[in-house]
């Protein structure tokens, strides 16, 4: 497993504005979807391409596009649902499944109970949207189901990773493929309800309220 951390000013000033508990929702999703496209620029240094020929007004040149078969982006629901339109708006052309998953409060395991995925995820590239990655158990199974049908090459987005979560995950994942964690930030730890501090709250509670 590989963690990149973006380390930029930019970002670190969003995030702030993310963890500051006076912001509200409007602003929170904003800020959100500005930072996932940031991170998402990191995240997709490695996106696979091939070469195309094509004629400027000027010249006949060489360059690139993406190759097939198409990235796809997998949103966990419901928090990562506010990261979608950040990283579509870098790859617009990916195609998009979903998770439906929750933590069980009391175990801390995450419950799996809706997907909306291909069949055969052979040679795809897949871009995870998480926004904390905390105990690591979403991940691990979102992970595990992806392994499942198939990719080999998965790419975690998370605004926030905490150091328990990250072992925790490096521990699961072992040799079963390629994985990237890229996060703004790997803060303290996990308290004893298992939330990262300092954290910023519940993302899904602070993007779309609480139901």
């Known amino acids: 497993m590989r963690l990149h951390v973006a380390d930029h000013p930019l970002i670190a000033h969003k995030l702030t504005v993310l963890r500051d508990k006076t912001t509200e929702s409007p602003t ?5 979807d500005e930072l996932v496209t940031l991170l998402a620029y990191e995240a997709t240094r490695d996106v696979r ?7 400027t007004p000027v010249a006949t040149t060489v360059g690139i596009h993406l190759a097939a078969p198409r990235p796809i982006v997998v949103p966990i629901l419901r928090a990562g649902l506010g990261m979608l339109e950040g990283m579509t708006r870098l790859l617009p052309t990916a195609e998009v499944g979903f998770l439906g998953m929750q933590r069980d409060e009391t175990t801390y395991e995450a419950i799996t109970y809706a997907n909306r995925l291909p069949e055969d ?3 795809r590239q897949c871009y995870v949207l998480d926004p904390m990655l905390a105990t690591g158990h979403t991940l691990i199974a979102a992970i595990n189901y992806l392994s499942e049908k198939g990719a ?3 790419t975690a987005i998370c605004l926030l990773a905490a150091p328990e979560g990250l072992q925790t995950l490096d521990e699961a994942v072992g ?6 964690i890229v996060t703004a930030a790997v803060d303290e730890r996990l308290n004893e309800h298992k939330y990262i501090v300092p954290g910023l709250g519940d993302a899904g509670d602070r993007l779309y309220g609480v139901v």
């Open 49 to 55: 391409v091939e070469q195309v020929q094509i004629e």
């Open 28 to 32: 929170f999703r904003l800020l959100v």
């Open 175 to 180: 040799e079963r493929g390629d994985v990237t």
């Open 152 to 154: 080999r090459d998965v």
């Open 121 to 123: 995820l052979s040679g």
